[in-house]
Each structure stands twice: as structure tokens, then as C-alpha cells.
């Protein structure tokens, strides 16, 4: 099973009754591998914090609960995660954080071992599918018996890593039903003070819990050198250093200190080996352990077997010599938007009118790079409208302002940044990409989709009536591969005061089935080179060997790969660019 698999299996057979996350990778297959087990009510949420309320409400109620979230999810999650820990739970509550060493789908790097010390909350790592599968398991039994919710950790490598389980069979939890007790879930600050209490007694058992070492193995080693690891990490210093000491933590807040000191005592020199941020290894020198670790592994990136040998050897334990070439360059294949999106052509326009870009979180980021690069700002999920609100109020964009955004981000976290813009009457146009799908994540569904995780139906949010009862006077929905529709209904966007929304209405071309019109070429001898069709970046445009004059390249198209969108064609000045049949006809 893939990493994600075995925490949905592992989640299963501790009996969990609800789930409910909002897609994000590397977490995503979660919920979608729940929901394949029979006794499970698993959900895609608006956002992460929506997910976790309803984890938490179930939780009260009695019922075994999980919310997952990629590691910025925990961020919009914050506000309640961080008040669950004075709560408490009534069944079982897990939370899962993926985090993302090496950004590979993410925009920030962060480490969020740190939320788990921060709210007061036990900290379980598997190192691979079966230690997710085990931990997650055994992190209902300790959500329950300490009366906390409990943060699980993946990373990328173990999220969509695959190795060998063990399934059991699933323990049905009882149903203890909602108990009221106002002095423990009314967050009033006089019951929030004795919940602060409260918390801090429950980490010193959790304390004495973690040092009885049910979640800490020990590896008896040959050699004078001691190493500290959690996470995957343990697999690659294994794989280094096989004759050196390891103590692997599955728990690691509270950690097993005085475990963590006796086996120190028993080497010349102490190692700590973990991705990203010096969590371990600041907690050991806060209690006066001295461990080497951050001056030999890097704070950034994945590690790797490669990455924790060329730290050995900076550290002297292996010979310079034993750390293998770096591997041939490859050539990249850069990310860009799929043949026929429907997100091309909007982002085309807006470059021509000169716009200043407010970007969101979906696959339409690709629009900052080359060739189209039209989007100016992107930095999380649902600022892009605030932003541009920002941006048009500082006066200085120097051009009109628009803020870019999914169908999916819009109702995930943009629709408070509409509300602001039409209450402060900002200058700006909001431009809702609506192509009926979380497509990044791949195709599933959120509240506007009108269909449920598992398919069903489910009514439908009108993007157009929502706008329109926030008090957006102007708005249009065109098709965004009607160039002249779109570059009008653009424009008189652009052009008016006060706050326009312009929505686009094409399904994506990959969700939920893939969608292929007849494909288009290119009659060689009309083609002039002009590159206007080049500026889409569609995949399915190639360079051709063949030129017009003054040696510019002419253009072919994949047939194999071309949807049939019209887009390009519409945007030949030449007419090259027709319906495969008619190629030959005058």
C-alpha cells in the first residue's frame, strides 16, 4: 500500500465513523481510500477548518473521527486545532498532516512538528505503510485514553511511497453518544483556564507514557556513533550507517528524554538525523544532550540515502570516497497547463490589457511562467482577492487590477475576500476560473460540483447568485473559448469602477473524464510564424524544423494530444490552423 493507503486502512480498523478533508497533496488519496471501506462517512469539506470541525463535532458526539490536510492546511485549521487541545475529544480524534520537504506541490516549506508542541499535542511519525498503518491505529487508543486529539505526520516520500502492510481486521469503537459538559466545551476564557490546566497535566502523563517505550525501537550498533531519527529519515541511516547505534521515535512530543539520555550514554558521539527544521535535536539540547545534526544535514529539501551519506562524510564517519556522483543531468520537463485548459486563454488576455495579476493556488498558477506570464502575486490558498483589494487601494499597480482564482479556492477561503472588496468598493475585477473540479489534486469534488465524494448527488453552489447576494453588481459569465467573448466581457470588467466578476464556465478537460473535440493542424504553406498561437502555451503546439522567412520557426500540432478547443485557431491571423478533416480543402 501506498503511505496514504495504510493510514486509511489504519484509520478503518480503529474503527473510524467519519473523515473529512479538503484535497491537497500530498494528502489527498486519504479520504478517497476511505471512502472505498464499507462504515465510514468520508467527505471532502469547503477547507481544511470546515474538515476539522466536523472531525471534532463528530468527535464530541461520540464517534471515532479523522481530518487530513496537507501541512499549509493546518494553517487555515489553526484556529480550531489549536482550541481542541483544551477541549478534548469524546471519541477518538486524529489529525493528519502531510508535510512537503522539497516543495514538490507546495509554496512554503514548513514543518509542522512545531504545531504539535505548540497546541500541547501528542506528535506521532511513521517511517513507512506500515508504520502508518500501526500509528494510526494506535493514535485513536491514545486520543481516547488521554482525551486529546493526536497529530499524525507523513511526508511526500511516505505519503506516496509504497511498501508491504499487515491488515487486521476492524474493531468496531462503541458509540458513547454526546455527553454535555459545558465547563469542558464552552471555551469561555474561566473554563479555557481550566483547560490550560488541564492540558499541561495531560502532557506530563503523556510524558511518562512516551518513556515507557512503546513507541521508541532501539538498534543495538557496532560502533562508537549513536543516532537519533524519526520519520523516513530511519530507512535512509539504515541504509548508510547499518552498523551504527539507532533509536527510532515513533512519538516525538512529548519525547522520551531520559530513553533518548541512556541511550546517548552508550556512544562518543550523538547524531541526530531529520528532514527539514531542528525539532529533535533543539529538544535534546534543551535538555542538555549534546547532538550533532543541522551542521551536517540541511534544513532544506528532502533528505535522502545520497543527502544523509555526503552528511557522514562531512561529519568524518564515512570516507569522501564512499559518497556516490551525483547522477547525470536530465533534462526537465518544466510543469505547464494541459492541451485544451481552459485557463489559457483568459490569462492571454489579460496580458494584453496590461493587467496587474492577483494569482491564486490551482493548476492556473502555471500562468506566472513563460510564455503566458500573467500572473503577478501568489501566495495561499484564497488571498488573491485581498490582495488585489490591497493592491488597487495602494494606488501604484499601474494597470487594472484582477484577482485570479479557481472555482474550488473561491469557495475554499475567496468568497470573504469578495465580501471585503465589495465593502470597501475596491477598484478591482475578480476572475472566477470555473472548471466544475479541485482539478490540481486531481478532479474531485467540492460544493459546487453538485456530487459528493462518493458520487452522489448533492445541490450545487450558484457562483453567480453567491456573487451576486454579496452585492457584485456586474457580472458575466463567458466561455473561455470564445476569444471574442472573453476579451469583451474582460473589458468591461477592467474598464468600470467598483468591484466586476467575470466567470469563465468550461469543465476541465482531464475531470472528471477527459473531454477530446476533433483535433486541429496546421496547413504548412498558410503558416507565417507569427507565434501567436505559441503564447497559449498548449502542449500539443510544436516547433517545427521548417521555416518562413527570416528563419522563423513554422508550427505543427499533436493530433495525438489536441482537444479540439478552437483557441488557437481563433487566434491565427493567417487561417492556418484548421479541423483535421478539412486539411486539403481550398
Same mark, same amino acid.
Given at each position: ?5 495504510? @493510514? /486509511?486502512? &489504519? =484509520?478503518?480498523?480503529? +474503527?473510524? %465513523?467519519?473523515? !473529512? *478533508? ?31 470541525? @466536523? /472531525?471534532? &463535532? =463528530?468527535?464530541?458526539? +461520540?464517534? %471515532?473521527?479523522? !481530518? *487530513? ?518
Amino acid at each position: 500500500m501506498s503511505g496514504n493507503e495504510a @493510514v /486509511a486502512r &489504519g =484509520a478503518y480498523e480503529a +474503527g473510524v %465513523r467519519v473523515a !473529512a *478533508a479538503y484535497p491537497g497533496t500530498p494528502s489527498t488519496e486519504i479520504l478517497e481510500a476511505l471512502a472505498t471501506y464499507p462504515s465510514v462517512d468520508a467527505r471532502w469539506s469547503p477547507n481544511e477548518k470546515v474538515a476539522l470541525d @466536523v /472531525a471534532l &463535532g =463528530a468527535s464530541l458526539g +461520540g464517534a %471515532r473521527s479523522l !481530518a *487530513a490536510m496537507k501541512h499549509v492546511g493546518l494553517n487555515v485549521a489553526a484556529d480550531t486545532f489549536m482550541t481542541a487541545a483544551y477541549v478534548g475529544v469524546g471519541g477518538g480524534l486524529v489529525v493528519i498532516s502531510a508535510d512537503d520537504p522539497g516543495m514538490h506541490s507546495s509554496q512554503n516549506e514548513q514543518d509542522n512538528r512545531f504545531f504539535a508542541r505548540l497546541a500541547g499535542v501528542p506528535l506521532l511519525e511513521p517511517a513507512d505503510s506500515e508504520d502508518a498503518r500501526r500509528l494510526t491505529r494506535a493514535a485513536f487508543e491514545i486520543s481516547e485514553e488521554f482525551d486529546t486529539p493526536v497529530l499524525l505526520r507523513t511526508t511526500t516520500r511516505v505519503a506516496h511511497g509504497r511498501s508491504l502492510v499487515q491488515p487486521a481486521e476492524r474493531t468496531e469503537a462503541p458509540a458513547r453518544g454526546f455527553q454535555r459538559d459545558r465547563a469542558k466545551y464552552v471555551m469561555l476564557p474561566a473554563n479555557a483556564r481550566r483547560r490550560r490546566l488541564a492540558l499541561l497535566e495531560r502532557l506530563e502523563r503523556l510524558r511518562v507514557r512516551a518513556e515507557e517505550g512503546a513507541f521508541t525501537t532501539e538498534i543495538e550498533g557496532d560502533s562508537t556513533v549513536g543516532v537519533v531519527t524519526s520519520g523516513i529519515p530511519y530507512h535512509y541511516v539504515r541504509e548508510v550507517l547499518p552498523d551504527a547505534g539507532v533509536l527510532r521515535l515513533a512519538l516525538t512530543n512529548p519525547l522520551p528524554i531520559e530513553r533518548i539520555r541512556a541511550f546517548a550514554a552508550k556512544f562518543e558521539r550523538l547524531f541526530v538525523v531529520e528532514e527539514l527544521e531542528p525539532f529533535l535535536e533543539d529538544a535534546l539540547a534543551a535538555a542538555g544532550l549534546r547532538a550533532e545534526g543541522k551542521a551536517f544535514f540541511p534544513r532544506t529539501g528532502e533528505l535522502s540515502p545520497d543527502v544523509v551519506r555526503q552528511g557522514f562524510a562531512r561529519a568524518g564517519l564515512l570516507a569522501a570516497g564512499t559518497v556516490p556522483a551525483a547522477a547525470p543531468a536530465t533534462t526537465p520537463r518544466p510543469p505547464v497547463l494541459c492541451p485544451g485548459c481552459p485557463h489559457s486563454a483568459p490569462f492571454l488576455v489579460l496580458r494584453r490589457l496590461n493587467a496587474v495579476v492577483a494569482g491564486d493556488i490551482g493548476c492556473y498558477t502555471l500562468a506566472a511562467l513563460e510564455p503566458l506570464a500573467a500572473m503577478d502575486t501568489c501566495i495561499a490558498m484564497g488571498s488573491s482577492i485581498g490582495m488585489a483589494v490591497g493592491l488597487a487601494a495602494s494606488g501604484g499597480a499601474g494597470g487594472p487590477v484582477v484577482a485570479t482564482i479557481g472555482d474550488s479556492t473561491f469557495l475554499h477561503s475567496g468568497v470573504q475576500g469578495l465580501m471585503e472588496a465589495v465593502y470597501s468598493q475596491a477598484d478591482i475585477t475578480v476572475l472566477i476560473l470555473d472548471n466544475g473540479t479541485t482539478a490540481m489534486t486531481g478532479g474531485q469534488h467540492h460544493p459546487g460540483t453538485g456530487a459528493a465524494l462518493d458520487g452522489s448527488p448533492r445541490p450545487a453552489v450558484d457562483l453567480v447568485g453567491l456573487c451576486r447576494s454579496l452585492g457584485v453588481e456586474q457580472i458575466e459569465v463567458v466561455d473561455p473559448y470564445d476569444m471574442g467573448a472573453l476579451e469583451r466581457g474582460l473589458e468591461r470588467a477592467t474598464a468600470r469602477r467598483g468591484p466586476a466578476v467575470v466567470i469563465t464556465n468550461r469543465p476541465c478537460v482531464e475531470a472528471p473524464v477527459k473531454i477530446r473535440d476533433h483535433p486541429f493542424e496546421v496547413i504548412d504553406d498558410r503558416c507565417i510564424a507569427c507565434q501567436l498561437c505559441m503564447n497559449l502555451d498548449c502542449p500539443s503546439l510544436l516547433w517545427t524544423d521548417a521555416t518562413w522567412h527570416e528563419d522563423r520557426r513554422r508550427v505543427e500540432i499533436d493530433g495525438s494530444t489536441c482537444t479540439g478547443c478552437t483557441v488557437c485557431a481563433q487566434l491565427c491571423p493567417a487561417g492556418a490552423i484548421v479541423p483535421l478533416a478539412m486539411v486539403g480543402a481550398p
